[in-house]
């Protein structure tokens, strides 16, 4: 602790930050009441306020983890820096603020980054989200941590009446608790409460499409950034209330004995997510609906599903920045050897696909060798996959967005390959994230080299300028129009950064046909 620490009053109390490349933080700051015993499963509860001044110079936990992500080579465990070491906790309802300054007159624009991990896991305090580098583009940046998983998304509504009404959204009433915190509180760190853009990655990209379809969040955010994360549907009633009755029979308690709940550790109730999941099965629509425990479409909160069948008409007037990665499965498929190595052999290519595709597959499988005709098997399964699995959803929300009469959408597409192994991962699923906060040299995840650490400038400065005026620009870009149904410019952003209308027309119009609304799937997701 020094003299020169920045301290802040917040509604609940005097907070102790610390100076971090000579920037003010302030880590695991409280947004709500810990979330165990009495707590579990119900909305957040604001944390009791504190006498005297309450030290935040470091991180204390991360929410309680599904540790059930996607398998991945050893040598790549760390790629993208390394994980958050803190214990788990239901005390998880906490915040990160980075600020240029605490001078409450300043009136910065205000970033708030949710973090990604499929609604299962993550963390807001691993090292390439410190937003000391970001913020340096006078922006105040703000990290968010809240319950996942079972612990944010176990629907108990229909089986335990009123009082576990909002059980299925736990996790989601997070977000609104966080960015009211925000609201009532980022002035005093120099932030602009009636400026705050949110933004997010893979899974938090998810998160700010649900938060865009949340009338009751309007207000709390005016700019929205989705990255490599779009979500056009989330689960309904009826699968949420057969994975609740998977993980009940799993747990061995009755439906009459649901005050047991709040009794299990927290260890067992994780150990039953993996085993609810495989009872209840894929999803019929899996291509779009990707998060078992995720916010449910309860008809209240969230009335419906965040873009289908439409643009949601609550966030029509809030600008849109969104696209992904170029070779987005490429980390996904790692840790298979065949991949990993280009020994898939075409048979297995036309497997893998067809898990995806089924009865389409021979159309697919035969587009993607047409349009990649120098591709060996494991590329075109990358490519195959990444417009399955993610550029599908990041178009039909776009698309969705830019057919209504609101505020306009930007679309890019990150291009950029790493060289690192080989260049084998290209512009994989993530590795836009250092590049969003400038933190690419606390990563492994690229070679540090000048265009790298260029890209990585650009990125950030441009991100930075959409939350200052609502349009993504910078001197080094060129003109970005706005992403229209008739022209669809998109921002390739790489190297040599370049706009393209309609890139990949032909496998957009093929997945638009397979996934079209309304029909049902039976396929496995890949």
Known sequence: MADNDPVVETRAGKLRGTTIEGVAAFLSVPYGAPTDGANRFMPPRPPAPWAGVRDVAAFRTQAPQSRLGFPTRPELVDLGGPPDPLPESEDCLALNVWTPGVDAAARRPVMVWFHGGAFAFGSSNQVRLRGSRLCRRDVVVVTVNQRLNIFGHLDLSQVGGAEFAQSGNAGTLDMLAALEWVRDNIAQFGGDPANVTIFGESGGGAKVSTLLAIPSARGLFHKAIVQSGAAVRLRERDRAARLTEAVLKELTIERTELHRLREVPMARLLAAIEPAQRAVGASPWPLFDRYPFGPTVDGTLLPHHPFEPEAPASSADIPLLIGDMANEMASFLAHDDAVWHRRLTEAEMVARVGAVAGTHTDRVVETYRRLLPDANPAERLIATLTDSNFRLRSLTVAERKATGTGAPLWMYSFAWRTPVFGGRLGAFHALDVPFTFDTIDLTKATDGSATARGLADLMASTWAHFAHTGRPAHARLPDWPVYTADRRA???????????????????????????????WAQSRA
């Open 490 to 520: 998109t921002m390739v952003l790489d190297a040599a950064c370049r706009v393209e209308d309609d890139p990949g027309r032909e496998t957009r119009l093929l997945w638009r046909e397979i996934a079209r609304p309304g029909v049902r």
